[in-house]
Nanobody
Framework: QLQLVESGGGLVQAGGSLRLSCTAS????????IGWFRQAPGKEREGVSC????????DYADSVKGRFNISRDNAKNTVYLQMNSLQPEDTAIYYC???????????????WGQGTQVTVSP
């Protein structure tokens, strides 16, 4: 059973950076495309970024293009989300997710982590 754990969230000032990690246990991540999602208070969960199983292809929401970078280290069973030039509107709980099956983006998320809070102050 694939289990995902996010880490790296926190409080940062506008313009700052954070790197989120999504680490898997119970299975290897290398067989899956992995997505990052976020949910802000009072809003629906939205897709932020996705990376294919090999890391060759990735995709980003328009709101984060040029500021966020997704990467993965399959040897460490971890996917990262580097977030730069953070803005208050990036404040949300960030989740990583994996599909039941599938190596490419976009994914149909099935397994979710517990989330990590990112708060960006003005």
């Amino acid at each position: 059973q694939l289990q995902l754990v996010e880490s790296g969230g926190g409080l940062v000032q506008a313009g700052g950076s954070l790197r989120l990690s999504c680490t898997a246990s119970g299975s290897t991540l290398e067989h899956y495309g992995i997505g990052w999602f976020r949910q802000a208070p009072g809003k629906e969960r939205e897709g932020v970024s996705c990376i294919s199983s090999t890391g060759i292809t990735s995709d980003y929401a328009d709101s984060v293009k040029g500021r966020f970078n997704i990467s993965r280290d399959n040897a460490k069973n971890t996917v990262y989300l580097q977030m730069n030039s953070l803005q208050p509107e990036d404040t949300a709980i960030y989740y990583c997710a994996a599909p039941t099956i599938g190596r490419l983006c976009p994914i149909q998320p099935n397994s979710w982590g517990q989330g990590t809070q990112v708060t960006v102050s003005p």
